[in-house]
Every structure is written in C-alpha cells, then in structure tokens.
T-cell receptor, first 115, second 111 residues
C-alpha cells in the first residue's frame, strides 16, 4: 500500500524535553511538509522540503527543527524552545515540477501533549 | 486580510439536506483548487480537485470554481451522517507553489 505513515499516534512530553515525530512516505514524492493544527486555526506550515538535504522554514518554524537525509523520510523535532507545543501535527507530501498541481497527501497525524 | 477565507461554522443540517461549503480568495494566480475532508483526530483526505473555473462532479459531491469572483464551493447532495467532518478548501498557483488552506468548516449531519 502506498501512503504516508506517522508515528507515534500519541506522544507525551515533559517540559524541557525535545521530542521527534516520524514521517515516512512510499509515494516517491519529492516534497514533504509539516503542519501544526490547533482548534479553530486551520493548518499552519512549520517546515517543508522539496529535495533531499534541503528544507525551508514555513510560517511558524520557531522552536522546531527538521532533517531530510532520505527522500522518503522527514522527521520533525519539537524542541524545548517551543513554548506551546500541544497540538495535532500533520505530515504531507506532494510531487514537484512545473506541471505539479501541488496536491498534497496527508498522514494520519500525531497528537502531542505537554504534561 | 487572509489569502483564503473560509467560514469555520459550525454548520449543522438534517440528513438528506443539500450542503453548500464556500471559500473566497484574493490571489488571482491560484488555478488549482482542492477540497479535503478531515474526520476527527484523522489526517485530511483529498475529496475533490479542480483546475481553473468550472464544475466537477463525483457522486454526491460537486466542486464549483468561479475565478472571476474568486469564489469556490463544494456541494453535498443527499447528505449523510457519515459526511460529518471538517472540510478544508486549499488552492495553489501550481508549479511547486505552496498550498494555501482555508480555516476549515466543521459540518454535522443530524440523523
């Protein structure tokens, strides 16, 4: 089955800890994205990557870090510098190119709670 | 002003009703328009995709784009309780541009 997997489904973090959320895709998509979703605020872009070993900040990158060492993997680290990390985190992927429609396909999400 | 505006609702209608969900946008470069459905605590799933102006029908769902008015709609006919979800509009200019999302409309279909 082709798709995007995220793990874990639920994650609990103590204050001051860094945690890493996993995102893997087998769709052979070039681009991958991380969003944060809070109630009533829609999706906010954290980071995105259109090619291996390269990534760009989105609208709310402060307190987060990413890496893109492999095409199929785009892990997100929520650092202790992120003051309000409790949220639903979504990973997505898409093809890239001049004919791209930019349609993104999403994973099932990770719910992060700070204790 | 946000690039894409979507009424967050909540919207509650009886089963069998016709539902109309709408988004307006300000960027005239947008030419690809999508609707995503998101069930509670799940990731969004692509429901409909439309290029440029016009209508597209898929079963009980119809997506409509009016580029002259910068307005897109999703119609759900014969609505079912299983249609209860949050619906997100999204759009882009294409060619690797970022997808811009609306805030999402929470819809409840009452049996």
């Amino acid at each position: 089955d082709g798709g995007i997997t995220q793990s874990p489904k639920y994650l609990f973090r103590k204050e001051g800890q860094n945690v890493t959320l996993s995102c893997e895709q087998n769709l052979n998509h070039d681009a991958m994205y991380w969003y944060r979703q809070d109630p009533g605020q829609g999706l906010r872009l954290i980071y995105y990557s259109q090619i291996v070993n390269d990534f760009q900040k989105g609208d709310i990158a402060e307190g987060y870090s990413v890496s893109r060492e492999k095409k199929e993997s785009f892990p997100l680290t929520v650092t202790s510098a992120q003051k309000n990390p409790t949220a639903f985190y979504l990973c997505a992927s898409s093809i890239v190119g001049t004919l791209s429609t930019d349609t993104q396909y999403f994973g099932p999400g990770t719910r992060l709670t700070v204790l | 002003q946000k690039e894409v505006e979507q009424d967050p609702g909540p919207l509650s209608v009886p089963e069998g009703a016709i539902v109309s969900l709408n988004c307006t946008y300000s960027n005239s470069a947008f030419q690809y328009f999508m609707w995503y459905r998101q069930y509670s605590r799940k990731g969004p799933e692509l429901l409909m995709y439309t290029y440029s102006s016009g209508n597209k029908e898929d079963g009980r769902f119809t997506a409509q784009v009016d580029k002259s008015s910068k307005y897109i709609s999703l119609f759900i006919r014969d609505s079912q309780p299983s249609d209860s979800a949050t619906y997100l509009c999204a759009m882009s200019a294409g060619g690797g541009q970022k997808l811009v999302f609306g805030q999402g409309t929470r819809l409840t279909i009452n049996p």
